[in-house]
């Protein structure tokens, strides 16, 4: 495990997530993009803790995918399924045509998706390990 590389994707999750979060607050939202960065948070997130666990994933947006190898090294994370799977529809995709809409709702619903995974025991203990190795 190289904890460089863990710190590194830990950051750009969290670089991702506080995008969304300014994204929210301006005057003129775009949902898209909200719900985008929400999900390359999540998938980053997820990818710090595979590295983490020695499982070096292949370059994929499927957050169900990712979520599926950490349950195989945590079962606790079948606990985030609902919203990996919430989120998983605004990878890659949401950024040409679509056939639907994102509201301020989704958008919404997507940063506390986040926040739930950031807060999330093996995450949050992730975190601050690599925090500690400063």
């Not at 460089?4 to 300014?22: C, G, P, Q, R």
């Not at 999540?42 to 499982?55: I, P």
């Not at 079962?75 to 509201?103: K, Q, T, V, W």
Request: net charge negative.
């Amino acid at each position: 495990m190289n904890i460089a590389n863990v710190k590194e994707w830990l950051k750009l999750a969290d670089n991702d997530f506080d995008s969304a979060i300014l994204l929210s607050e301006a005057q003129r939202k775009h949902h898209e993009i909200i719900c985008y960065h929400c999900s390359q948070s999540v998938e980053k997130y997820l990818k710090g803790y595979l590295t983490y666990n020695n499982v070096i994933p292949q370059k994929t947006h499927d957050l169900l995918y990712l979520n599926n190898l950490c349950i195989s090294i945590e079962n606790s994370f079948s606990n985030i399924m609902l919203a990996c799977g919430f989120l998983n529809r605004f990878s890659n995709d949401i950024r040409y045509p679509h056939p639907y809409e994102i509201n301020d709702i989704e958008s919404n619903l997507a940063l506390e998706a986040v926040k739930k995974i950031r807060n999330f025991k093996p995450i949050n203990d992730l975190t601050a390990i690599c925090s500690s190795l400063n």
